[in-house]
């Protein structure tokens, strides 16, 4: 198993992301994340797409997402290649017992606090879903009340784009 | 000039060089049927008995011509009803375009009478669906739908166009007919590794499917035959691609496939597939297919290519283009040792056949081949009598197998061959069972009223022939709900629509009724009676491989 990371390109219509979800559903593509956004044209919308699987699922999902019109462009992201973030919020309970071991581990991934009340903390990371993943991980111990993930954005480093070859 | 958008609709059909539309009206298409009647004179419409019946005659005749078929209907029950045949039409990769009236934009979304959403229905049976948000768009959504509908591998397109679009008035300018998208050959690359396998095979095998009547490269599939020495075989959808009596031709393999093509297709080391998906009816379990034979699949559709996975060598662009690439690349050779193991197969298969001169599943379409016209459209319903005709009707010319094999769509029949008559204008012949065609005799109205010269000829076996082997085989005889035991009077029935019919109960019998019918200009059934416990042999067990292939059943 290996994981992928595509940005699908598609023509900015009603109904789009349906089509490419659909698509998924219907051929079981097993998708981790996907993210939908505005782009440099309002032409276009980028589809980004994370998921694991084998070589050859991955060329299969792509041939399938080809033969949808409303597609344009499809590149794949090697991690040596291109940039990529996700943004996370999360809600943690607010307590004595907790709170400096919460604070410590934020200020460790650079987290920001976005909100604080008696009852509850909210905080902010971004940064690549690994590191995402070992900040909620840590905050298992404590009290999570929410989590709201965006899902992956990336680019290709460089001079490069999806449209340019 | 300004139109409204139901005269733009009609007026880019007829651009786009449409004859001829099929379909049923309604309150939300009520405006585009004003259009139809005021252009009747440029454009024909074809009312069914049924939407369904519409859409497999849209699909008719688009199998047996190659152009786009057309069919309107009305929002709710009447999209609804396409849907069978939208999915019969996409499963098999026909180009068809389906129009569908829908309520008024400000009503989409409230739950109007008769709202369905029908482009969110059929997202997943169509290669692309639309709904038209303004008459700006119209004309170019329908010539779009056009372009998609029969470029590359074909299928269906839906536009849904709401009420007030169809009112709205907007300038119509004319345009050339649309071209389809530019078809091209595979990369060099690919070619000269797949010529290389071929050139080392000892035991090809040239695997035709359907892609090679859409691609009409029949004269390259036997060329590249002929350059090889190799025996080609097909898969139910590559039927009528090539003619049945070609001395390299095996016929079908597969699930019920004719035992020395499935069988060289088994011991083949290279197995040359044009245009063929390996569908589990053709490789019965992928695990033991053809584990001893490298594949070369040629086809348009990457998406298929990689189906298989890493065991093909994909060779990805239109078959014909690049078999026009490859041959010259090839060695000219002859096999005689590989060309005698399938003889012998060839005579094992004789061995095997159906000698019996009495009225069989056999018989009776080798009866009916006497009757055929080089040109003659054959459709089908789906169970044992589709398989029957797939093994033993003729064929010279391509597009001339009418019958729904991906979706296998029982009720196809009557819609399929009413859409080949009016493509093709040829007496048509369909080939259908008690079961099938109880699911579509309502059109039966439709082609007396349209003096369809029509064969119907019905294997009446009293059962639900194909799901009964099954049980017999494989269910311990349960036969449970495919015993139909109904007193329809076929005969009577196809009078009371207005055709002609007869009762057959021996070859001589249906010997004379296909004279008469072929001299019948309309509808002529043939109600004949076949034994319930015939079986579609050879049969290839679900899941089974080739040793266990069931030749014969035992008593
Ligand atoms: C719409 C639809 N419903 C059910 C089936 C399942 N099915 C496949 S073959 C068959 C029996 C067909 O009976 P008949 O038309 O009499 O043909 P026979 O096999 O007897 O020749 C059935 C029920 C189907 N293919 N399509
Ligand atoms: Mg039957």
Same mark, same amino acid.
């Given at each position: ?13 009603? $109904? ?20 939908? +956004? ?43 290649? +291109?940039? +990529? ?41 971004? $940064? ?22 965006? $899902?992956?954005? +990336? ?11 | ?47 069914? @008995? ?92 329908? *010539? ?78 036997? @060329? ?5 020495? @190799? ?80 065991? !093909? ?42 000698? *019996? ?41 391509? *597009? ?106 021996? !070859? ?44 014969? !059943?035992?008593?």
């Amino acid at each position: 198993m290996t994981k992928f990371n595509i940005a699908v390109l598609v023509r900015d219509k009603a $109904g789009v992301l349906n089509r490419v979800t659909s698509m998924f559903r219907r051929r079981r593509f097993n998708i981790d994340s996907l993210t939908v +956004s505005e782009t440099e044209t309002d032409k276009y919308s980028r589809i980004t797409v994370t998921f694991s699987g084998e070589e050859n699922t991955k060329d299969q999902l792509v041939a399938q997402l080809y033969k949808l019109p409303d597609v344009v462009k499809i590149k794949e992201f090697k991690p040596d290649e +291109s940039v +990529s973030c996700e943004l996370l919020l999360i809600k943690m309970k607010n307590d004595a017992a907790s709170r400096d071991d919460i604070s410590a581990a934020a200020t460790a991934f650079k987290a920001k606090t976005v909100n604080y009340t008696k009852d509850a903390i909210i905080l902010k990371v971004t $940064g690549e879903s690994k590191k995402i993943d070992e900040f909620i991980k840590l905050m298992r111990d404590y009290n999570i009340l929410e989590i709201c993930r965006t $899902g992956v954005v +990336s680019l290709e480093v460089g001079g490069e784009t999806i449209t340019k070859e | 000039m300004k139109l409204s958008g139901s005269d733009i609709l009609v007026k880019t059909l007829i651009e786009q060089g449409v004859d001829v539309v099929f379909g049923y009206p309604g309150g939300q298409v009520i405006n585009i049927y004003d259009s139809l009647y005021k252009y009747q004179d440029e454009i024909q419409h074809v009312l069914t @008995a049924h939407e369904q019946g519409a859409a497999h005659a849209a699909d008719g005749y688009a199998r047996a011509t190659g152009r786009v078929g057309v069919v309107i209907a009305t929002s709710g029950p009447g999209a609804t009803n396409l849907v069978t045949g939208i999915a019969t039409a996409y499963l098999d990769s026909v180009p068809l375009v389906a129009i569908t009236g829908n309520v008024r934009t400000d009503q989409i979304g409230t739950d109007a009478f008769q709202e369905i959403d029908i482009a969110g229905i059929t997202l997943p049976i169509t290669k692309h669906n639309y709904v038209v948000d303004s008459v700006e768009e119209l004309a170019d959504t329908i *010539r779009e739908a056009f372009k998609i509908a029969s470029s590359g591998r074909p299928g269906p397109v839906l536009v849904d166009i709401p009420k007030d679009i169809q009112v709205a008035k907007f300038d119509y300018v004319e345009q050339p007919k649309i071209t389809k998208d530019a078809k091209s050959a595979a990369s060099d690359a690919e070619i000269a590794k797949a010529a290389e396998i071929i050139n080392e095979a000892e035991r090809p095998f040239v695997y035709v499917g359907g892609g090679v009547l859409t691609s009409e490269a029949t004269n390259e599939a036997i @060329a590249l035959a002929d350059t090889i020495d @190799a025996p080609i075989g097909c898969s139910f959808m590559g039927i009528s691609a090539i003619p049945t009596d070609h001395p390299r031709y095996l016929g079908m393999q597969g699930m019920h496939g004719h035992f020395a093509s499935s069988q060289s297709m088994h011991h083949a080391d290279v197995i040359i597939a044009l245009g063929a998906r390996f569908n589990d009816r053709v490789t019965g379990n992928r695990a033991k297919f053809a584990k001893k034979s490298k594949i070369i699949h040629i086809d348009i559709d990457k998406a298929e290519i990689g189906k298989m996975g890493s065991m !093909v060598n994909g060779v990805n662009g239109d078959i014909k283009l690049t078999l026009e690439k490859l041959i010259p690349l090839l060695k000219k050779t002859t096999k005689p040792e590989w060309q005698k193991q399938v003889d012998e197969f060839k005579v094992k298969e004789a061995a095997r056949d159906d000698h *019996r001169t009495t009225l069989g599943p056999k018989m009776a379409i080798s009866t009916l081949n006497k009757y055929l016209s080089p040109n003659t459209p054959i459709a089908t319903d789906v169970g044992q009598h589709q398989m029957w005709a797939a093994q033993y009707a003729d064929f010279k010319t391509p *597009r001339r197998f009418i019958s729904s094999g991906g979706l296998g769509t029982m009720g196809y029949g009557m819609g399929g061959a009413i859409g080949a008559y009016f493509g093709t204008k040829e007496h048509t012949v369909l080939v259908t069972g008690d079961g099938s065609f109880g699911m579509c005799l309502n059109e039966l109205a439709t082609a007396v009223t349209n003096n369809v010269p029509l064969v119907i000829l019905l294997l009446n076996n009293g059962v639900l022939g194909m799901v009964r082997q099954w049980q017999t085989l494989f269910f311990d005889k349960h036969y449970s709900n495919t015993v139909l035991d109904r007193k329809t009077d076929f005969v009577a029935l196809t009078k009371a629509f207005g055709g002609d019919a007869a009762r057959v109960d021996t !070859v001589e019998e249906l010997d004379k009724a296909l004279e008469k019918a072929f001299s019948t200009n309309g509808v002529f059934l043939i109600d004949c009676a076949i034994n319930k416990d015939e079986f579609v042999l050879p049969m290839l067990p679900p899941g089974g491989s080739m040793d266990d292939i069931i030749v014969k !059943v035992g008593d």
